[in-house]
């Protein structure tokens, strides 16, 4: 099992249709997170492998409104 947080940082206020989006985008997602900061979102992802948190990451950051993402792989 792979542990990946990616951080969204979004260009519109819709702040409660965006995190439903992100939430009915697939069962590897463990939370959506609204926070204050540099990020308007961080999104904890628990999935089998890379390649499928770099399909989550990448369907979050073409989401209309996501202006730009990072992702972090956890280490331990």
Same mark, same amino acid.
């Given at each position: #099992?792979?542990? /990946?947080?990616? #951080?969204?940082? /979004?260009?519109?206020?819709?702040?409660?249709?965006?995190?439903?989006? #992100?939430? /009915?985008?697939? +069962?590897?997602?463990?939370?959506?997170?609204?926070? /204050?900061? +540099?990020? +308007?979102?961080?999104?904890?992802?628990?999935?089998?492998?890379?390649?499928?948190?770099?399909?989550?990451?990448?369907?979050?950051?073409? #989401?209309?409104?996501?202006?730009?993402?990072?992702?972090?792989?956890?280490?331990?």
């Amino acid at each position: #099992m792979v542990t /990946a947080y990616v #951080m969204v940082k /979004a260009s519109t206020g819709d702040v409660d249709r965006l995190k439903s989006d #992100m939430l /009915a985008l697939d +069962d590897g997602l463990d939370s959506v997170s609204v926070v /204050a900061g +540099d990020v +308007d979102y961080i999104v904890k992802v628990t999935v089998d492998g890379p390649e499928d948190v770099k399909e989550i990451a990448t369907a979050i950051h073409e #989401m209309p409104g996501i202006e730009n993402t990072q992702t972090y792989i956890a280490m331990d």
